[in-house]
């Protein structure tokens, strides 16, 4: 079983950045893909961003392509979600989960942690 803690999220105006971690516990957290979920108010929850467990393989929903990156350090268990170039429609609670399959569908996905809010003002 794989807990996960995010944090990061916060008020940032548009075109700042900010960086989401996500730490797992569990000594098998580099035999997982992890991905970023995110869900704004009144809105489905929605996939942000997916790595492979080795983190060769990552890819993007289009609306973040090239402002956000995702990466991993497995041996600090950790994933983390770099956004750049924010704007007020990425404002969402950002959620990350694990699996060892990589996918984009949340239904794949177990694991999940209990979200950060990340809020973009104009």
Sequence with gaps: QVQLVESGGGLVQAGGSLRLSCAASGRTFSSYAM??????PGKEREF????????D????ADSVKGRFTIS???AKNTVYLQLNSLKPEDTAVYYCAADH???SW?????????????TVSS
């Design 106 to 118: 949340q239904s794949n996905y177990d694991y999940w942690g209990q979200g950060t809010q990340v």
């Design 48 to 55: 942000v961003a997916a790595i492979s467990w080795s983190g």
């Design 101 to 103: 399959v990589l996918s």
């Design 72 to 74: 991993r350090d497995n």
């Design 57 to 60: 393989h990552t890819f993007y």
């Design 35 to 40: 991905v970023w979920f995110r869900q704004a």
